[in-house]
């Protein structure tokens, strides 16, 4: 196995080439640091496939607190207020800082930033890019300040499989590519590795999105939290790709209908309709499709001969399977999207293991409790990364560990999970399938191979699942549909020092963070 150079060794060491990896290493310069990604920056990143844009309490009718406010609501009961309000106050900062490094928002008539509407928002404070290419125009300008920026080195290609951990927290990663294993000694890692969509069949996510940043941090020993809340986007289009087009909140914040077969609007009547959370869409849709219908996104009368103006992306899509939103109602389906839960960390994005910090998506923050609102999650990664930073260079740093023998994991795979999977952690679960989850997950997620990993994040998912018996935001639990006072609190889970199986606990909602920040 190959040590990496010598003048890598040591520096800090981000995993992942999203959104929350790239602002991290571009808010740490001039600081040196190592730029891990398994793939060409962007590529591979849900970050660059985000249609709608990003939150901000921008308008003259808004402000942080109704930000917040919507937050909390979506949230359904375990976000961390603190967190909430501090995330949404940093908002417009955030869209600020993106600017300078080149992003180029979308502005109206008046030269000010054109706002949009997305589900469960009370206000327009949607900030976004060539109009649905948001997340692909934001990576694409950090990508090309990360490459002007001299004391980020990128490795592509390259695998991480382990964190290496000794009595004095992080003390290497180890990684490999089609050449062969690597060792990169460090005392300072930060996870920014995305989601788990890919463990679904059906999901708008990159198929590599399978969770390996929880599986990394769980390994290593960190505290997962919200494992059970998996976001499932209402209106993925249904046209047989694998993942799914996602046809955008915003779409029908623009006022966009759900129909059936016979043209009835299903969700009239239920709250604010269709701009309900995305949760309780997501319900309605899969229940209808359950009792036999089809579902479609009806958008010709809101926006006819102007979808493609609009969301320029998503006709695309349209077209390459022949359909024309302008003339024809969209198939839809549910599909995983976005996962609450991860790696519990602190107000500082600091792990309960001593030198390692998480970011975006792998991170459980408390900013999206059990249903994340739209456009909160690039949000998040742009906040976090900032705080991440901060700590990170303000950390004691121990002295590197010497050389030690390592076994390097096989390359993860999780194509033969998928079907358990979706059939026992869809958008509606049960005991018996969760039962028949932990049964078929346990023997593999102990057992060293290929779909070790994935098979322990998906474990993780339905050990968490099967004992939150109620349903709640993202967590819809069939033979518990009602929402319980007595769940109004975390679950968090380790694996046990023994490494062959999990321990769960519950713990209160806002005291998460300080769990954190107590071990790091």
Do not use: K
């Not at 402000?63 to 207020?81: E, K, Y």
């Not at 940043?213 to 960190?222: E, S």
């Amino acid at each position: 196995m190959e040590t990496m150079r010598n003048e890598l060794a040591g520096r800090p060491v981000i995993v992942g080439g999203g959104l929350a990896g790239l602002m991290t290493a571009l808010r740490l310069a001039p600081q040196p640091v190592v730029l891990l990604a398994s793939l060409p920056l962007g590529e591979g990143a849900a970050s660059a496939w985000a249609q709608g844009g990003i939150a901000a309490a921008l308008g003259d009718d808004d402000g942080p607190d109704r930000h917040a406010a919507d937050t909390l609501a979506s949230g359904d009961g375990l976000c961390d207020p603190a967190v909430v309000a501090a995330v949404t106050a940093a908002a417009p900062a955030a869209i600020a800082r993106l600017e300078a490094y080149g992003v180029r928002f979308d502005r109206d008539a008046m030269d000010r930033l054109a706002l949009g509407l997305e589900a469960a928002h009370s206000r327009r404070r949607i900030v976004h890019v060539a109009g649905d290419g948001s997340g692909a125009a934001i990576v694409r300008a950090l990508v090309a300040a990360i490459r002007a920026t001299p004391s980020i080195t990128v490795i592509e290609g390259l695998e991480v499989r382990r964190l290496l951990v000794d009595g004095s927290g992080i003390a290497g990663v180890l990684a490999a590519s089609p050449s062969g294993a690597c060792l990169l000694p460090t005392r300072r890692v930060v996870l920014a590795c995305g989601g788990l969509g890919g463990l679904f069949e059906h999901t708008t996510n990159p198929l590599g999105a399978i969770g390996q940043g929880v599986a990394l941090a769980a390994r290593a020993g960190a505290t997962l939290a919200d494992m059970e809340f998996v976001q499932f986007h209402p209106t993925a289009l249904d046209v047989g790709r694998d993942p799914m087009p996602l046809v955008s909140e915003a779409v029908r914040g623009e006022g966009a209908v759900l129909i059936d077969e016979t043209g009835a609007r299903f969700m009239a009547g239920n709250g604010r309709a269709e701009l309900e959370p995305r949760d309780v869409v997501s319900r309605a849709v899969a229940g209808h499709l359950a009792a036999g219908h089809l579902v479609f996104l009806d958008a010709r009368s809101a926006l006819g001969a102007g979808f493609a103006a609009r969301f320029p992306a998503i006709a695309a899509h349209c077209r390459a399977a022949g359909l024309d939103p302008a003339r024809e109602p969209l198939p839809v389906r549910p599909a995983a999207h976005y996962h609450m839960g991860g790696v519990v960390v602190d107000a500082e994005g600091r792990t309960d293991v001593p030198g390692l910090w998480a970011c975006g998506e792998v991170a459980s923050t408390g900013l999206h409790g059990a249903n994340r609102l739209a456009s909160n999650s690039l949000l998040e990664a742009v906040v976090g990364a900032g705080a991440v930073a901060e700590s990170l260079s303000g950390a004691v740093v121990p002295p590197l560990p010497g050389p030690r023998p390592a076994v390097v994991p096989p390359a993860p795979r999780a194509e033969s999970l998928r079907a358990l999977v979706s059939a026992s952690l869809g958008v509606g679960r049960d005991r018996a399938g969760l039962d028949a989850a932990v049964a078929g997950l346990q023997p593999q997620a102990f057992a060293g191979g290929a779909s070790a990993d994935p098979a322990l994040v998906a474990l993780m998912i339905a050990t968490a699942a099967l004992a939150r018996e109620e349903t709640r935001g993202g967590h819809h639990r069939t033979d518990f549909p009602g929402r319980s006072p007595g769940w109004a609190c975390r679950l968090l889970l380790r694996v046990h020092d023994t490494g062959s199986r999990l321990v769960c606990r519950t713990a209160p909602v806002t005291p998460v963070r300080q769990t954190a920040a107590a071990g790091a």
